[in-house]
């Protein structure tokens, strides 16, 4: 429906998992963001990728390791989670990384035991 | 720290009337902000973005204001209707090149 799709849509792990989210945009965007958004918090940016390079890590402990092997396609690697990580990860494209708006996906609803 | 403030978490309207959200920011000068929309289990969806350079913008039954001033901007829905009920984010240029969000404010419009 808005061009970027995610899977899968939940997803339960326990903390000794090694799981992947995945991201896919079909609108020809430059720019491809993930985000966490937990309950009662704003969206806290954590990764970005302008033409497949990381320019932004917004200080994200190493359990969460992104891939952008090109510009359509965005994954988070997940290991060794802790509970408090259970948040609705969003991605979401842009045309570049400033002065556009951004199309975000529905969602991945992650629950860490 | 740059924040973006909203400083309502929930707003109830009686339908037909103009519904006014408010986004503050602190400690900054943010080139231009964005309005989404938020629906329950959904993505943000992009509504607006208004540059410093521009004191209003306006899209169908939506306005929003940016005043670098009071470093501000307010969020209009003029003849609300049910539909418009979810719960509205603003945004502004955070870091290089990701987005900081406020809280959001969650719109109900009553019949």
């Known amino acids: 429906e808005t061009g970027v799709t995610q899977t899968p849509r939940h997803l339960v792990m326990g903390m000794t998992n090694k799981k992947s989210l995945k991201c896919e945009q079909h609108?020809?965007?430059?720019?491809m963001y993930w985000y966490k958004q937990s309950a009662k918090k704003p969206l806290e940016l954590m990764f970005v990728?302008?033409?497949?390079?990381?320019?932004e890590n917004n200080s994200v402990p190493s359990r969460f390791s992104p891939e952008c092997p090109n510009s359509s396609h965005l994954f988070l690697h997940l290991h060794t989670l802790q509970p408090e990580d259970s948040a609705l990860y969003l991605c979401?494209?842009?045309?570049?990384?400033?002065?556009?708006?951004?199309?975000f996906g529905p969602g991945t609803r992650l629950t860490v035991l | 720290s740059q924040k973006i403030e909203q400083n309502s978490e929930a707003l109830n309207i009686q339908e037909g009337k103009t519904a006014t959200l408010t986004c503050n920011y602190t400690?900054?000068?943010?080139?231009?902000l964005q309005w989404y929309r938020q629906d329950p289990g959904r993505g943000p969806v992009f509504l607006l973005l208004?540059?410093?350079?521009?004191k209003e913008k306006r899209k169908e039954r939506l306005k929003v204001t940016f005043d670098t001033t009071l470093k501000q901007s307010l969020f209009h829905i003029t003849a609300s209707q049910p539909a418009d009920s979810a719960t509205y984010l603003c945004?502004?240029?955070?870091?290089?090149?990701?987005?900081?969000f406020g809280k959001g404010t969650h719109l109900i419009i009553q019949p």
């Open positions: 979401a494209s842009s045309p570049e990384t400033s002065g556009e708006g951004q199309f």
């Open positions: 609108l020809g965007h430059n720019a």
């Open positions: 990728y302008n033409f497949k390079e990381q320019t």
């Open positions: 400690n900054y000068s943010p080139a231009y």
């Open positions: 208004i540059r410093e350079n521009e």
């Open positions: 945004a502004a240029r955070g870091g290089a090149d990701g987005l900081t």
